[in-house]
């Protein structure tokens, strides 16, 4: 993390309600605006961490996605619109970042995280932030966090569920403890409300917060569950496995 940079007047009046935060205060946001963040997919889960930290005052954001705007993205990608069906997706976020917030530093790489570019890509950030919906994405960002000994907030959701939890690596459980295969009936296309993955995004988004800011009690060693159609909300411990191929 880079040295906690001066905030300028401006920025005292725009983030003023949120220094009043019991523990954050100035020297946590300007904690906030000497961070980097890494997001790996920014759609309907990762463009709304993406948002809220852009609203938050984050200094720097790497986004990585590849592809264009189709039509079934629309009901969660909620920085793209009708207009850009058929165009990059990166794009439009960034200019909607930039436009919440000028001061932030928005940094576009036009590919998914993929084994060739996981290690570059993570060495940019003090965060990094997985909302990929693939595991072969998943598995790349984790074995290259964990080799760097970069924090990363896992999020995952399908239809009305969704998942939680920090990974502070040589620390806590990482990717692989919990999923050391694919689950077997995963597909790329899944069922999404766009306000479950929105809901999860937030939470993806106070964790990384917390972890720059030194707040609170992270998700570590914690996968909070979320199933909510019934509205139910689950701690459970998790523990490292010690024939880790990653983290043992």
């Known amino acids: ?14 983030y003023q309600w949120q220094m009043w935060v019991p523990r954050l205060g100035e020297e946590g946001q300007r904690r906030l605006k000497g961070a980097s963040v890494l997001i790996s997919r920014v759609g309907g889960l990762g463009g709304v961490v993406a948002y809220q930290l852009a609203a938050a005052g984050i ?6 996605m590849g592809g264009k705007v189709k039509a079934s993205d ?14 990059p997706r990166l794009p439009a976020v960034a200019q909607r970042l930039r436009g919440l ?3 932030v530093e928005v ?5 998914n995280v993929s084994e060739s570019n996981a290690e570059s890509l993570v060495a940019q950030a003090d965060v990094v932030v997985d909302a990929a919906p693939l595991f072969a994405e998943r598995y790349a960002l984790n074995r290259a966090v964990v080799a760097a ?10 239809a ?8 502070l690596p040589r620390l806590t459980p990482c990717l692989c403890c919990l999923n050391p ?43 909070l569950t979320m199933d909510l159609g019934s509205m139910q909300f689950r701690r459970l411990k998790i523990h490292r496995q010690k024939d880790c191929p990653v983290c043992g």
């Not at 629309?74 to 165009?87: A, D, K, V």
């Open 1 to 14: 993390m880079n040295e906690h940079p001066e905030l300028t007047p401006e920025e005292r009046a725009v």
């Open 181 to 223: 295969e694919p689950p077997p009936d995963w597909k790329r296309q899944f069922p999404v409300i766009g306000a479950v993955s929105g809901t999860v995004g937030c939470l993806g988004a106070v964790e990384v917060i917390k972890l720059i800011c030194g707040l609170g009690e992270p998700l570590a060693g914690t996968l």
């Open 101 to 103: 917030n000028p001061r």
């Open 107 to 111: 940094v576009t790489v036009e590919e």
């Open 74 to 87: 629309l009901n969660r990608h909620l920085q793209q619109s009708h207009e850009r069906i058929g165009e």
């Open 149 to 158: 000994g970069k924090p990363m907030v896992e999020c995952a959701m399908y």
């Open 59 to 64: 200094g720097r954001l790497v986004l990585a």
């Open 160 to 167: 009305l569920e969704a998942q939680i939890t920090t990974i």
